[in-house]
């Protein structure tokens, strides 16, 4: 007889259950914490790039309203529409304008002695002003009692003002063409803010006869940013590409910006957070301004996702975005389920232990004969096959089993793996649609500015790489907006989609792109092509609306509908730049206007 120790069969079974399931329970868990973790920052990472790209959209959007404003002022003025005599007709359509765009300060219009008429949104009470100054005369400020009619009370009247001699006025007399200005302390209030000017012309080109301008002020630029911003934990800021600070999100309940014009840098900041994001652009050198993957910054023991990038507004206007958050508060409640489930997984394994403890002690009992066997089987290997040729008849049923539902596990597995297949085929599909449906223009579905703008940086590189010329022809329709009041928006509208089917039959060549940039301003992009070619495209273009015969309103330069163009060239050893590429070709259309539309110029070659 065997005088080694024997042991209780429900003993030699669930000793090693119970390591196994503890082992596996704590490694799957320490695995799904891992790999839960990495993807926890992917998803992190992603949120803050989709939380400034949102904020982003929105300053561009803002910036692009006061550049429109300053455009379009300075169009009616060119089209006869905005008389400076009388006054009141002028300062009616300023307050008009300014009740329409809640986020601008000042939409002005300098006149060419000295003068001024300003519509304004108060910093503070949001209310709107009317603001006068005649020549040689006080700078006086109205409160607007009643929007609808215009109705006024004095509430402040200050020094004798001349806009001849501001920063705002001089910049768009000086240049000759509309564009932003410096950040400027108002005299009209105790607040900072920065804007854009355009010289005003008559018909003829005849000027400056005066400047429009539309402010943004500082504080209402914090504001914007704090509204965009609300809810989440960490701040948004907009700076100079100097690391001049503009606005941040923490501004927004200050009566008036506390940003001095001379303490703007953002190391000298109060908030720590401004200053570690300065810290982080110092040590970064000369080798990087804008980042637009998060970076982790630590202020004050706390970690943050820092996501830097340039803003090229409307008008030339560049800037750094910033948006910082606070790491703990994106994902720190899943950080405790993650805690939580990691108990649970711990504490259903324990459960599982405890029943599989009360089910071997009924089993030893019922098995006691058959207990080798029984331990050789829970001690066998996953994925294997029982044997099926043993001398127990309910061993070999369980084997026989066993080895079946095996097979139909391995072909639900190959199923279920050719599902996954065909779905990420569809995904894959669907995302490529997407990726098209959103580089269109909705109105005309041909390529948009977006899309236009990196085709166009592609076509210059290529060009300078294989010195070849690349032409542009900047294009939009001869008095559209008479024609939109003559036939309404939706003629306007198949107006423009008219234009852009002619524009796509231009595209000859597969680099050739045909894009709308705005309105009814439309783009001829043609890689490979000199100025003779782009003549015989421009000329052929003038003609193929022609032959369209779409009646023009009354009052318009034709009877029927014309375009103008402006044609520009850049040959291989061009030192300009895509974007001075198409300001040529701009500065060209505004001559073929000038000129008397329908027509095109090209002013260098």
């Known amino acids: 007889m065997s005088t080694r120790r024997a042991y209780p069969l429900?003993?030699?079974?669930l000793v090693p259950a119970i390591l196994v399931m503890l082992g596996m329970a704590l490694g799957v868990g320490a695995l799904s914490w891992r790999a839960a973790r990495v993807s926890s920052e992917s998803v992190e990472q992603r949120l803050v790039e989709e939380i400034a790209s949102g904020v982003e959209q929105h300053l561009q959007g803002l910036l692009r309203s006061a550049h429109d404003v300053v455009q379009e002022n300075a169009g009616a003025f060119r089209l006869g529409l905005l008389p400076l005599e009388p006054p009141s007709q002028l300062q009616q359509r300023l307050l008009n304008q300014i009740r329409h765009q809640p986020h601008l300060t000042f939409?002005?219009?300098g006149l060419p002695d000295g003068g001024l008429i300003s519509a304004s949104r108060h910093p503070v009470d949001g209310g709107l002003r009317l603001i006068t100054a005649e020549r040689g005369g006080p700078l006086t400020r109205y409160r607007v009692l009643d929007e609808g009619s215009g109705r006024t009370e004095l509430?402040?009247?200050?020094d004798p003002y001349d806009s001849r001699s501001l920063v705002w006025y001089q910049?768009?007399?000086q240049s000759g063409e509309l564009g932003w200005y410096p950040v400027v302390a108002y005299r009209s209030y105790a607040s900072l803010g920065l804007g854009l000017s355009a010289p005003l012309r008559n018909a003829q080109g005849k000027g400056p006869l005066g400047v429009a301008g539309a402010d943004l002020g500082l504080v209402q630029l914090s504001r914007f940013l704090a509204a965009r911003f609300a809810g989440r934990s960490g701040l948004a800021f907009v700076a100079e590409q100097d690391g001049q600070l503009l606005a941040s999100s923490t501004e927004a309940d200050a009566q008036y910006t506390p940003i001095r014009l001379d303490h703007r840098q953002l190391a000298q900041q109060a908030d720590p957070r401004l200053r570690a994001v300065a810290d982080w652009i110092g040590r970064q050198g000369n080798r990087t301004e804008a980042t637009n993957r998060p970076v982790k910054l630590q202020v004050e023991g706390r970690p943050y996702l820092l996501n830097l990038r340039e803003v090229r507004g409307a008008g030339g206007l560049e800037l750094l975005q910033g948006v910082l958050l606070e790491e703990d508060a994106l994902l720190g409640s899943w950080r405790a389920q993650a805690r939580w489930a990691l108990i649970w997984v711990l504490a259903l394994a324990l459960l599982a232990i405890g029943l599989l403890f009360a089910l071997l002690t009924r089993l030893v009992r019922e098995l006691d004969t058959l207990g080798q066997a029984a331990s050789g089987l829970a001690l066998g290997q996953g994925g294997v096959r029982v044997p099926e040729d043993g001398p127990i008849l309910e061993l070999r049923r369980l084997g026989a089993l066993f080895n079946h539902m095996g097979v139909q596990v391995q072909r639900s597995l190959s199923t279920l793996k050719g599902e996954v297949s065909t779905r990420s085929d569809e995904l894959a599909l669907a995302?490529?649609?997407?990726?098209?449906?959103?580089?269109l223009d909705s109105l005309t579905q041909i390529a948009n500015r977006g899309r236009f703008e990196e085709e166009l940086d592609k076509a210059w590189r290529r060009a300078q790489r294989q010195s070849q010329a690349l032409a542009l022809l900047v294009?939009?329709?001869?008095?559209f907006k008479l024609y939109n009041e003559r036939h309404g928006q939706v003629a306007g509208d198949t107006l423009l989609r008219g234009l852009a089917e002619l524009l796509e039959g231009m595209q000859r060549r597969p680099d050739d792109?045909?894009?709308r940039l705005s309105a009814d301003r439309f783009v001829l992009l043609l890689p490979g092509t000199d100025p003779q070619g782009a003549a015989q495209e421009a000329e052929e273009l003038l003609l193929r609306v022609r032959s369209r015969g779409w009646p023009q309103a009354p009052g318009a330069p034709a009877s029927t509908v014309s375009i103008s163009i402006g044609v520009a060239i850049a040959w291989p050893d061009d030192v300009d730049s895509p974007a001075g590429l198409l300001q040529r070709a701009?500065?060209?259309?505004?001559a073929a206007k000038s000129g008397g539309r329908n027509r095109w110029v090209c002013l260098s070659a």
């Open 171 to 173: 910049r768009a007399a």
């Open 586 to 590: 701009e500065h060209s259309l505004a």
């Open 513 to 515: 792109l045909a894009a």
């Open 10 to 13: 429900r003993w030699l079974l």
């Open 107 to 109: 939409i002005s219009v």
């Open 155 to 158: 509430e402040d009247r200050g």
């Open 431 to 439: 995302q490529a649609e997407l990726q098209r449906q959103l580089a």
């Open 475 to 479: 294009l939009d329709v001869d008095a």
